[in-house]
C-alpha cells in the first residue's frame, strides 16, 4: 500500500501554508516548473513559475487572500481534490 496520498496531502498543506504566509518561493519550489495555476480573481490560468510568481504579486497588491484547506479527497489519476474556506 502507497502513502502516496498521504504524502501529496502534506505537500498541498505546505504549499498553502506557504501562500498565506506570502512567501513565493516556498510554494513555487513546491510545484512543477509547468504549473497551471488558476487565476482566481480575475480568471483564466498562469502557466509557469514566474506567471505565478507575478500573478500572485499583482493579486497581493490588490488584495490580502487567505485560503484554509479543510477537506482532501483522492481522485483518478493521483490527483487530490482541495475544497477550501477563503
Not at 505537500?11 to 498565506?20: G, P
Not at 479543510?70 to 487530490?80: P, Q
Amino acid at each position: 500500500m502507497s502513502d502516496q496520498p498521504a504524502l501529496l496531502i502534506e505537500l498541498l498543506r505546505a504549499a498553502y501554508a506557504a501562500f498565506n504566509a506570502r512567501d513565493i518561493d516556498a510554494a513555487l519550489a513546491l510545484m512543477t516548473p509547468d504549473v497551471a495555476w488558476p487565476k482566481a480573481f480575475k480568471g483564466g490560468f498562469v502557466r509557469g513559475s514566474e506567471e505565478v510568481r507575478a500573478y500572485w504579486t499583482e493579486q497581493w497588491s490588490e488584495i490580502n487572500p487567505h485560503v484554509e484547506p479543510v477537506s482532501f479527497y483522492s481522485e483518478e489519476a493521483g490527483r487530490i481534490l482541495v475544497d477550501v474556506r477563503a
